[in-house]
């Protein structure tokens, strides 16, 4: 582990990990990265480079798929979590909101906010204020709290989601492509908000997203994958102005650029 006995350990970090599925696939081989306390860190990469795997195994998600660290350690808070399943990294306070807005589209807005204050089936208990976090970050979800999920709006789910994991009160906040299918001024508010949050709340935030612009401007450290491999890291406004980035991940015209829509880049060999 990079930490000393006098430092404070990373809130988590990878040290040389290989994932591997159904003990064949290999998506992630030697990757090393860390978040530290209070951080956003920026997991970049085009679709298939192994940023959902990365966090679905900090999660536990990926156990529940098949998905198993066959080399390496992930640890979190200094401790060894590797292969730890979804039960305890929850209980570590670890909340993964995953890609595609998964609300519970036939229960209102309320009860899927509720949702959020219950761990191992049972109810968690705060103060008598326990949607006031949602609602001072979110205020529009005050007025819809009776609407059924699946009639909201994408940029209202996307809210519902954030809030829902921010009642559950995590100390660590998985991310990923919170930014997918929605309309750009949308991107830019979701965006402010989850800074805002991080700062406020002292939530650390690690952050999975093909848009590279938005993401980079929220963050503090950021890492592009390639092929389940690390293949630049360094502090965000440093990657915001290395010519690679600027080229081949956030356009030299298009202001929102993703990578889906670059066909064409031999990015490492720019670095190598």
């Known amino acids: 582990m990079s930490a000393t006995a006098d430092e404070e350990p990373p809130v988590v970090e990878l040290d040389n990990v290989e994932i591997v599925y159904d003990r064949t696939f290999l998506a992630v081989q030697g990757v090393s990265m860390e978040a530290e306390e209070g951080d956003i860190v920026a997991l970049l990469g085009p679709n298939g480079a192994g940023k959902s795997t990365i966090l679905k195994m900090i999660s536990g998600i990926g156990r529940s798929e098949r ?19 979804t039960k305890e990294m929850v209980g570590r306070n670890v909340t993964h909101i995953l890609e595609g807005r998964r609300v519970f589209e036939d ?43 699946g009639y909201t709006s994408g940029g209202e789910q996307q809210m519902l989601v954030i809030s829902r994991a921010l009642i559950h009160r995590p100390d660590l906040l998985l991310l990923d492509e919170p ?42 450290y950021g890492y592009v994958l390639e092929n389940g491999q690390i293949e630049l890291q360094d502090p965000a406004d440093v990657l915001m102005n290395r010519e690679e980035i600027k080229e081949f991940y956030l356009g030299t015209s298009a202001e929102e650029s993703r990578y889906s829509d670059i066909r064409h880049y031999k990015i490492r060999k720019r670095w190598k």
């Open 67 to 85: 998905g198993e660290v066959t080399r390496g350690s992930v640890y979190f808070e200094g401790e060894d979590v590797t292969n730890a399943d």
């Open 107 to 149: 229960l209102t807005v309320e009860e899927n906010l509720r949702c959020g204050l219950y761990r191992d089936g049972r109810r968690i208990r705060y103060d008598n204020s326990d949607y006031e976090i949602a609602f001072e970050y979110f205020p529009q979800l005050e007025d819809l709290l009776d609407v059924e999920a």
């Open 179 to 220: 930014s997918l299918g929605l309309a750009p001024q949308l991107v830019v508010d979701i965006y402010e908000t989850l800074r805002k949050i991080n700062r406020e709340e002292d939530i650390t935030m690690i952050i999975a997203d093909q848009n590279a612009k938005r993401t980079l401007e929220i963050a503090d």
